[in-house]
């Protein structure tokens, strides 16, 4: 196992394990999906979320950018992680402390029932190392809830902000 993708199930299912959801397994098609759209990244130097055209299904989908080489594997997805500080147990949109759901989007989407599958990879520029995570099923479908029932939240203990910066998508979206 890569030590990408030993730090991407780690971090994934333990979160999982807190909300009592069923663990991920690893995708090596979600996987290759990221690793093309990672590429893109780092050629363009830019965050952006892939466009849904040419895909066979959708996927969901976290980001995330940061200084190249200074962040480990375990950082990059503890930038995801660090938003359970400000997640609500809700219906998407309503996922967040702060008013705007896409500050907690990573995190929804790891901890999300429904998704049973996730790959990862990373490519770099010059300047940035860039994390692209893919999901199936997306989570983070408006309307829905990331687990059934408030009585399964963990407690949340509170922490810091990264300094990088992410991005999470889904494509279920009414």
């Given at each position: ?5 030993e730090a ?6 333990e ?24 590429r ?25 950018m940061?200084t ?11 930038g995801?992680l ?13 996922i ?5 759901w896409?500050?907690?989007?990573h ?14 990879a990373?490519a ?6 860039f ?12 309307g ?20 990088a ?6 494509y279920?979206?009414?």
């Amino acid at each position: 196992m890569t030590l990408l993708r030993e730090a991407v199930m780690d971090a994934h299912n333990e979160e999982r394990q807190r909300w009592h959801v069923p663990p991920l397994v690893w995708n090596q098609r979600l996987a290759d999906d990221a690793l093309t759209h990672a590429r893109q990244l780092a050629h363009m130097g830019q965050l952006k979320h892939a466009s849904m055209a040419g895909r066979a299904r959708p996927q969901g989908e976290n980001l995330w950018m940061g200084t190249r080489g200074a962040y480990s594997y375990h950082q990059m997805m503890n930038g995801f992680l660090e938003e359970r500080t400000d997640y609500v147990a809700g219906a998407v949109p309503n996922i967040s402390r702060t008013g705007n759901w896409s500050d907690t989007g990573h995190y929804s989407q790891i901890i999300w029932r429904t998704t049973t599958a996730v790959g990862c990879a990373v490519a770099s520029s010059r300047d940035y190392d860039f994390l692209v995570c893919r999901y199936d099923p997306a989570g983070n479908v408006w309307g829905k809830r990331a687990d059934d029932a408030d009585r399964n939240a963990p407690a949340i203990a509170m922490g810091g902000k990264t300094r990088a910066r992410s991005y999470s998508i889904s494509y279920n979206w009414p």
